[in-house]
């Protein structure tokens, strides 16, 4: 029987040092951050053998996000309803490990995208899956023009709530269970006959 080690840590910086890296800026190291803070509030138990994943509507027994129609205007509140749609298909990819449907939000050389949807590529290659994954955005905190690149027409920051759920490694005999998380997210965008991803972070929301 596998028995669930226990994180208390935001849930989306845990898809950085369990597996997805890039939910930091450029230049800043997340992720490492990150590990340092799970691996402190974490203990194990083995698991009896290696997880089978489960079927994408298992994973995620919600509908698909759909991208909503403000989402297609070129203005900041279309920059901000695409920002919800990017973090809720960040929830969404990181349980069903559908790699094409994020990746078709960014440019190609988004460094934080790039990093997220390779280290899924990864987790997939492993046989690793979440459990309960997804993320719910609760708000639009505000917008600014420009960002950390020169072609950023806007940043938004979002609050977001992940409930709790559990990361099945195939790679180490050990389940992680995180426990529900407040964070907060920013996506940088840029138009380009439609909205895209130009960089993206996250944190949970009691840092500073």
Not at 16 to 24: K, L
Not at 30 to 49: D, F, I, M, N, Y
Not at 56 to 83: N, R, T
Request: glycine share 8%.
């Amino acid at each position: 029987m596998r028995h669930p080690k226990t994180m208390t840590a935001v849930a989306i910086l845990s898809l950085c040092s369990v597996g997805i890296a890039g939910c930091s800026s450029p230049g800043n190291n997340g992720a490492e951050e990150a590990q340092t803070s799970l691996a402190s509030q974490a203990t194990t138990e083995a698991p009896s053998a290696t997880p089978t994943i489960p079927p994408a509507d298992v994973l995620y027994p919600h509908p698909k996000p759909e991208m909503p129609a403000e989402a297609h205007e070129h203005s900041v509140l279309g920059a901000q309803a695409f920002s919800v749609y990017v973090l809720e298909m960040f929830g969404y990819t990181g349980a069903t490990q559908d790699i094409d449907a994020f990746a078709s939000l960014c440019i190609e050389d988004s460094a934080s995208c790039n990093s997220f949807l390779d280290r899924m590529r990864k987790v997939s290659e492993e046989g690793s899956y979440y459990e309960g994954y997804e993320l719910q955005v609760t708000r639009v905190n505000g917008s600014l023009f420009e960002g950390s690149r020169p072609e950023v027409e806007f940043g938004t920051q979002l609050s977001a709530f992940v409930p709790g759920h559990i990361f099945h490694d195939a790679t180490t005999p050990e389940l992680v269970k995180f426990e529900d998380s407040d964070i907060i997210g920013g996506v940088e965008v840029v138009w380009r006959d439609g909205w895209k991803v130009v960089e993206f972070q996250m944190r949970e929301a009691d840092d500073e």
